[in-house]
Nanobody, 116 residues
């Protein structure tokens, strides 16, 4: 059974930082491309960042380039999202996703709120 444990969300002031973690079990983590998505109330889900299985390539949404960094530790079966210079528009539920071909699995999501 594939499971994810997401952590690191919370309330932060504008300009602050958070680091999200998504720890996986029940799958061969090192084979999967990993992504972070977010969904704000009343908005469609948005792809934030993706990292390839070996970590050699990353991609980011224009809205987070230069502020967010995705990384992974295959030995710990964990993907991270370092978020700096946070803005109120970054407020959303952030979820990790594992993808390999036609197979994909979602984490349960963690709330990030950016507010003064």
């Amino acid at each position: 059974q594939v499971q994810f444990v997401e952590s690191g969300g919370g309330l932060v002031q504008p300009g602050g930082s958070l680091r999200l973690s998504c720890a996986a079990s029940g799958l061969t983590f090192s084979l999967y491309n990993m992504s972070w998505y977010r969904q704000a109330p009343g908005k469609e889900r948005e792809l934030v960042a993706t990292i390839t299985s070996a970590g050699g390539s990353t991609n980011y949404a224009d809205s987070v380039k230069g502020r967010f960094t995705i990384s992974r530790d295959n030995a710990k079966r964990t993907v991270y999202l370092q978020m700096n210079s946070l803005k109120p528009d970054d407020t959303a539920v952030y979820s990790c996703k594992a993808a390999l071909g036609s197979r994909w699995y979602w984490g349960q999501g963690t709330q990030v709120t950016v507010s003064s």
